[in-house]
């Protein structure tokens, strides 16, 4: 194991105190319901007591920065038509905390508890958790930022073609520029508290910045090609218009046109989230050992 299991309790029941601590204040600015509190606190402390103070901090960085980008220009008119499809608003719930932050947790833990017998393969998780933490937040800028784009998005699949802001699966230059640089903020944010509280991967800090913007964005894509393909989308007859919502507020049902009825938003940044982890885990195989 990363540490003896004294000092590992200690580790994770300091991440306790932290992720709860972080939770509450977050919940206080509404941007966590009170389900996605024990999300968070069930993510962070699984982060945080793990794969400790470095990767902690990470997930520190992508919640604040994606909590921040949630809120700006919230008032423009084209983030306000674009939320109206989306399944979720911007408080995030438990299943979004798990969604985003549940395989970068569950590759923190792995990693540390193989590290003694499987050196190399700790360290190919960790790489693997840098990345998934780059794809979410990656994922984030790009929603984020891309509603504003100045130009109509495209379909992934068929670029030909213009969808309305906001629609699963639609790429813009403004939005794919944003997912990259939401995965490198991720990846020189690790080379930043590398240096302050060490890494695994301290030999390849430069190499995982590129890494990092590449597997990010490699995943965010990823999330685009899953929303246009295969992610549930439903039509509301009240609104005229296509949706992610299968349910309207006051639990009127809306007809389902396309995907798979389980693949829901909060699957699709799962799924993106270890394809990213896994990209960038290949790129720190293949270049850096």
């Known amino acids: 194991m990363v540490a003896s299991s004294t000092s590992l309790a200690v580790q994770i029941g300091l991440g306790l105190v932290l992720s709860s601590a972080i939770g509450v204040l977050a919940y206080r600015r509404r941007a966590l319901s009170r389900s996605g509190v024990w999300g968070a606190i069930a993510v962070g402390t699984a982060i945080f007591g793990f794969g400790g103070w470095t990767a902690g901090l990470l997930l520190i960085a992508f919640f604040v920065s994606s909590s921040v980008l949630s809120h700006f220009k919230d008032r423009d008119p084209r983030k306000q038509r674009a939320a109206e499809m989306f399944e979720k608003g911007g408080q995030r719930d438990w299943w979004q905390a798990i969604a985003n932050g549940g395989a970068a947790a569950a590759l923190?833990?792995?990693?540390?508890?193989?590290?003694?017998?499987?050196?190399?393969?700790?360290?190919?998780?960790?790489?693997?958790?840098?990345?998934?933490?780059?794809t979410v937040n990656a994922d984030t800028w790009a929603t984020e930022l891309g509603v504003l784009s100045p130009t109509s998005p495209r379909r992934i699949t068929r670029l030909k073609e213009v969808v309305v802001p906001g629609t699963s699966g639609g790429v813009t230059l403004t939005g794919t520029a944003a997912a990259l640089g939401g995965a490198l903020f991720i990846g020189a944010a690790h080379a930043l508290l590398s240096q302050l509280f060490g890494s695994p991967l301290r030999e390849s800090i430069g190499a995982m910045m590129v890494f990092a913007a590449l597997g990010g964005l490699g995943g965010a894509l990823f999330d685009s090609l899953l929303g246009a393909t295969v992610q549930a989308m439903y039509y509301s007859e009240r609104r005229q218009k296509e949706t992610e919502k299968a349910f309207e507020r006051d639990g009127t049902p809306n007809r389902h046109v396309r995907g798979w009825r389980w693949m829901n938003n909060d699957w699709v940044n799962f799924l993106a989230s270890l394809f990213g982890a896994a990209l960038t885990a290949a790129l720190w195989f293949f270049f850096s050992r």
């Not at 923190?108 to 780059?134: D, N, T």
């Open 108 to 134: 923190a833990v792995i990693s540390a508890l193989i590290a003694e017998p499987a050196p190399l393969v700790a360290k190919l998780l960790f790489a693997a958790m840098v990345g998934a933490l780059a």
